[in-house]
């Protein structure tokens, strides 16, 4: 263990739809077992409170058990019995709450995308408050996660406090302001809520219907810390063109909001352990990473005839974000090119996701072609072996809360093209920008979210590729050697949190 920085020991709940990698979809899913183990291991308690989704991966929970005592929790005006299994998940301890409801909300096949995941999300939210009440535990921090677990802030503050969990602070930190779960208001009630008490436009009422309630805009106004993912996304959510409407609320609250840049799981994400990858390599020796590159030519059956052709990968859920058309566009100009091109894309909600669809055709128009491949699925293990192939990675998108895959990206030795959005701006800084300290330049960044644009980065990710192999070899170096672990990001969140302690601590002196 290390020492944490504040000196005491804090006691952490995380109250998660995702968690890594047992019940992931994306980014939220690693930040929470990214962050929690790096608080971990500086001394504190940390614990994590998960749906138990029938389709989340169980092998992967340690000693998972059922308590003798199941907790019952409060949803449309009755008490509804829920299981509880305890099991440790990379050396974390996690609560999994199986709800005894007749609409079986996490067995569903799918984390996401039911036409009742305002219910499913309420519903497990004041759960987890409930088994927090019961098990008698006296957190000093609950921290939530975007919509699915924001309703935990105003459930705190107007029922449980009075009820006598008390002890906490609450963190809310939002991945991405797309996704604010707003409903019709009166859908609020369902978990205890006061529906009268919150729909009003200081509260939980969305900003562009009076009739609707806002999760996200809830717990931005119900929690003692806000914070979303990297710094130049709070800037950006604060302005009317990234605030997703809410940037008003944002603004109201901008003493307690705060962008801190997430990190990557460095243990998960290590080419020089990394078992899934054909041959593990280092930053002092990276030739294992051509045979990475082979590895993955034979199994996705395209041209293994010249080692030095630059292999470009995107891997992504394919929805508006990431700049669908741009990655499209980045598959042809990559062959006129004389480069590969893989894609591995998949889509969270497929009946509802066209930009996937369009996809579809060019994955068959692909199927047999010698240079690109489009996998459009969620492949997990063949990620890893494609970060490890791949020479750059492309990450076009129209907007990036922060961004796992160019730090992943970097940390394998594939130089990032990137759009110089949230934060991708905050982690990927030109080769060619005189103005970058040359020590800090490790990718290729463009502004406009145009072809031409898009085109003129990679094609100077190209020219360096091809005339200068030397230098491309200590850029790979560089950006392998960057530190993107949590050990920063985390020590920031500690410090927010042990403020926050300490303030409402004085103020209850007083
Ligand atoms: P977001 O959270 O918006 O999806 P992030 O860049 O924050 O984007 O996180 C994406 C994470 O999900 C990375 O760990 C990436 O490797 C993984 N990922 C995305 N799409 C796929 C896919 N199709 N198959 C496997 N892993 C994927």
Known sequence: LTSSTTGERLHVIHIAAEMAPVAKVG??????????????KKGHLVEIILPKYDCMRHELVRDLKLLDVPVESYFDGHLFKNKIWVGTVEGLPVYFIEPQHPSRFFSRGQFYGERDDFKRFSFFSRAALELLLQAGKRPDIIHCHDWQTAFVAPLYWDLYVAKGLNSARICFTCHNFEYQGAATASDLESCGLDVYQLNRPDRMQDNSAKDRVNPVKGAIVFSNIVTTVSPSY?????????????????????????????????????????????????????????ENKEALRRQLGISSADLRQPLVACITRLVPQKGVHLIRHAIYRTLELGGQFVLLGSSPVPQIQESCREFEDIENHFRTHEHARLLLKYDESLAHLIYAASDMFIIPSIFEPCGLTQMIAMRYGAIPIVRKTGGLNDSVFDVDDDTIPVHFRNGFTFLTADEQSFSNALERAFHHYKHDADGWKQLVQRDMRIDFSWDTSSLLYEELYAKSVARARAANRT
Do not use: C, M
């Open 27 to 40: 980014g939220l899913g690693d930040v929470v077992t990214g962050l929690s183990k790096a608080l971990q």
């Open 234 to 290: 709070a800037q950006e959510v604060r302005t009317a063109q990234g605030g997703q409407g809410l940037h008003g609320t944002l603004n109201s609250h901008s003493k307690k909001f705060v962008g801190i840049l997430n990190g990557i799981d460095t243990d998960a994400w290590n080419p020089a352990t990394d078992p899934l990858l054909e041959v593990q390599y280092n930053s002092s020796d990276i030739e294992g990473k051509a």
